[in-house]
């Protein structure tokens, strides 16, 4: 799972309740990404970020909340506005280049499954 | 969609025969990317293609791509129990600074 860390690795919540979800990196990426990802399905994106203090929505934004105070930091806050949370989340990391096209290859974490009841 | 749509949905084969799973798309692309994930984890690099290329080998994994049909295969020969998992392509779409993932391919290598 390379220098990526997620916690928790299970988080159970009642409806109605905001839950944030943690992804720290080590590997001095610019860039990190938020993805959802439900049984038997790929993976969907929520928020992205590629510098300090600035993100973007991703496909399916409603309901998710982000920040990017630190390189190192970008927590999800799923919201009580989010109508079905309940999914396998997973934060990844790459190189960015300012003024450049490509994505690189992202590096994952070992991602956190939220059940909301 | 500009989502990679992945061929077959799942694969069973036995161990030592070869796996082939298929990617295609509908819009331009900087690169294209293969990815592994293992049941309840992250996902895991596999390897990168870029759009001028049409081959590439890492240890028995090969990819290749035709950017005219917009299509990319991952081939893993000599498969072994240990490569059973789900198989993702990712699609640098031209413009977007992002990945777009296709709904993979679930690989069981049957011992």
């Known amino acids: 799972d390379g220098g990526i860390t997620q916690s928790p690795k299970y988080l159970f919540r009642k409806e109605g309740q905001n839950v944030t979800l943690s992804c720290e990196q080590n590997?001095?990426?610019?860039?990190m990404y938020w993805y959802r990802q439900d049984p038997g399905q790929g993976l969907r994106l929520i928020y992205y970020?590629?510098?300090?203090?600035?993100?973007q929505k991703g496909d399916i934004a409603e309901g998710y909340s982000v920040s990017r105070e630190k390189k190192e930091s970008f927590p999800l806050t799923v919201t009580s506005a989010q109508k079905n949370p309940t999914a396998f989340y997973l934060c990844?990391?790459?190189?960015?280049?300012?003024?450049?096209?490509?994505?690189?290859?992202?590096?994952f974490g070992p991602g956190t499954r939220l059940t909301v009841t | 969609s500009q989502q990679g749509e992945e061929d077959p949905q799942a694969l069973s084969i036995q161990e030592g025969e070869n796996a082939t799973m298929n990617c295609s798309y509908k819009?331009?692309?900087?690169?294209l990317q293969w990815y592994r994930q293992n049941s309840g984890r992250g996902l895991v690099h596999l390897i990168l293609?870029?759009?001028?290329?049409r081959e590439k080998h890492s240890g028995r994994l090969r990819v290749t791509l035709d950017t005219s049909k917009k299509s990319s295969s991952l081939l893993i020969t000599a498969s072994r129990a240990a490569d059973t998992a789900s198989y993702f392509c990712?699609?640098?779409?031209?413009?977007?600074?992002?990945?777009?993932f296709g709904q993979g391919t679930r690989l069981t290598i049957n011992p």
């Open positions: 293609i870029r759009s001028n290329e």
């Open positions: 990712a699609i640098d779409v031209l413009g977007a600074q992002k990945l777009v």
């Open positions: 970020s590629q510098i300090v203090n600035d993100f």
């Open positions: 590997l001095n990426h610019d860039a």
């Open positions: 819009t331009s692309i900087n690169n």
């Open positions: 990844a990391s790459s190189i960015f280049r300012f003024g450049g096209a490509t994505t690189y290859e992202q590096y």
